[in-house]
């Protein structure tokens, strides 16, 4: 094995123990609409088109989803399960999504 291979490898892994897999993770996504809106998904459809009794994400004005998500964020606005996740994100991140999501097609 190579050793400078293995110094690079032993030092990211110190890196991350340091800061934290979630901040590294976070940070290398922050700006990915996409990425970030893939967990949207599971209860808002493939690139927010829902099928089903949730709304309906795609093609939504941004500062509505901006708005709605720190509603959520900050407990101005109740809901099932989003009240918690909305925590999860930064405001960049809800930005992020909330562009994504409304440059999509209904």
């Not at 099928?51 to 709605?68: D, I, N, R, T």
Request: charged share 15%.
């Amino acid at each position: 094995m190579n050793k400078r291979w293995l110094s690079r490898a032993v030092g990211a892994v110190g890196l991350v123990m340091a800061i934290g897999p979630g901040a590294v993770w976070a940070s290398s996504v922050s700006g990915s609409g996409a990425a970030l809106a893939a967990n949207c998904a599971n209860c808002h459809g493939t690139a927010g088109r829902a099928m089903g009794a949730m709304p309906a994400l795609a093609g939504q004005p941004k500062s509505y989803l901006v708005e709605q998500m720190k509603a959520f964020k900050e407990g101005r606005r109740s809901g099932t399960i989003m009240h918690q996740l909305a925590k999860g994100y930064t405001d960049e991140q809800i930005e992020a999504m909330s562009a994504y999501l409304s440059e999509q097609k209904r």
